[in-house]
């Protein structure tokens, strides 16, 4: 069995942790043969959120057609596969151990390393993915339904946590005003589609602790926009929604800047679900642009979840630390690993 990892070695990406069943094959770290991601949104819309043990039995449903998917469209031949990551913790843990259970069946079977990825991690690996000219220290804005904060990349393996939220995630927030404003679900986008038309300026939302520290808090906001609306019932869905997106925005795009500076990064990477929002998009290429940063902004394939990111994080972890023990489980409340 081999444990090293080559620019030829060739890695089967798993993502099972919420409600995206995906599988990925990358070469040597970066380069995508192919990525394959089905999306559970359509079964969860009706209940409003992803329900846990509904999400689980998707995954199973799916989880080998998407394998075999990923295989098909790589071109390759299974026997070409030399080792089979997953994403082994954050994430719902019936979700998770189905992804886990399917690559060490695979492991065992090829006789290949099975290497558990952590999927906080594997989001920083997203932004290379998509532009491997990206030079250390980085700081990453990882921000989805779980998870806001400000990570410095050190180098492969080494982070350092800048800010995070101290209460509700940004896609969190996203997601409940969407649902008090009847607009749908998934929140983001149905947000980011109703502001397009609204105006950002409508209302001037808090930019809570815009002055204090590198930390993030959402949950205030989230109660303004109720209190605004619960006030003034005629206002406009649209102008709310543009004016809380961009009272978002501002906040995520002024600490990322703050960060780069603050710690020297060469640049600051996108990653997680509500990087695919386009005043953020636009408004962090914009303020880079203002003060001398790189932004890499990654497709919005990339910035959701999917497995080419577990690829190419197993690939930096087979190489670092060799395959991952076979009785080794799967973690909901796993950390990204960070020094101090
Ligand atoms: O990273 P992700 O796919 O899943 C995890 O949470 O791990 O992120 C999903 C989150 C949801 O809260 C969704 O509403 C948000 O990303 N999102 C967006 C947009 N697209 C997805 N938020 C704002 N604007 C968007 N365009
Ligand atoms: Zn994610």
């Given amino acids: 069995m081999t444990a090293v990892a080559t620019s030829n ?7 099972t942790s919420c409600d995206e069943t995906a599988a990925a094959l990358v070469l040597g770290g970066n380069d995508v043969l192919s990525s394959v991601v089905s999306s559970q949104i359509d079964i969860h819309a009706r209940f409003g959120g992803v329900v846990p043990e509904v999400a689980s039995r998707a995954h199973l449903e799916s989880v080998i057609p998407v394998v075999q998917e990923a295989v098909r469209t790589a071109g390759i031949d299974p026997s070409r596969i030399d080792g089979v990551a997953a994403t082994v913790g954050p994430g719902l843990i019936g979700a998770l151990l189905v992804g886990v259970s399917t690559a060490k069946a695979l492991a065992l079977v090829w006789d290949k390393p099975f290497i558990g990825v952590n999927h906080m991690e594997a989001h920083l690996y997203a932004g290379l993915l998509d532009d491997p000219t990206l ?25 350092r946590m800048l800010g995070r939220t101290i209460d509700d995630a940004a896609g969190e927030a996203y997601d409940k005003v969407a649902r008090y404003l009847d607009l749908g679900y998934p929140g983001g986008p149905a947000i980011d589609a109703a502001a397009q038309k609204g105006n950002p300026e409508a209302i001037n939302f808090p930019r809570a602790m815009m002055h204090d520290g590198l930390n993030f808090s959402f949950s205030g906001l989230k109660t303004s926009v109720i209190n605004h609306v619960r006030k003034n019932p005629e206002v406009s869905n649209i102008d709310v929604a543009a004016s809380f997106q961009a009272a978002v925005v501002d906040v995520l795009v002024a600490k990322a800047i703050m960060a780069a500076q603050q710690v020297g990064a060469t640049g600051v990477v996108l990653g997680g679900g509500v990087a695919a929002n386009s005043r953020l998009r636009t408004q962090l290429q914009s303020q880079g642009e203002i003060n001398g940063l790189r932004v890499a902004v990654p ?4 910035c959701t979840d999917n497995a080419a990111m577990i690829a190419a994080a197993g690939w930096y972890r087979l190489g670092s630390d060799g395959p991952t023990a076979m ?11 960070v020094i101090s």
């Fill in 9 to 15: 070695t060739v890695i089967l990406g798993i993502e």
């Fill in 327 to 337: 009785s080794a489980g799967a973690n909901p409340n796993l950390a990204l690993p």
């Fill in 135 to 159: 030079q250390f220290p980085l700081v990453v804005l990882l921000v989805s339904g779980g998870h806001t904060m400000l990570v410095e990349m050190v180098d492969h393996g080494t982070y």
């Fill in 299 to 302: 497709s919005p394939e990339m």
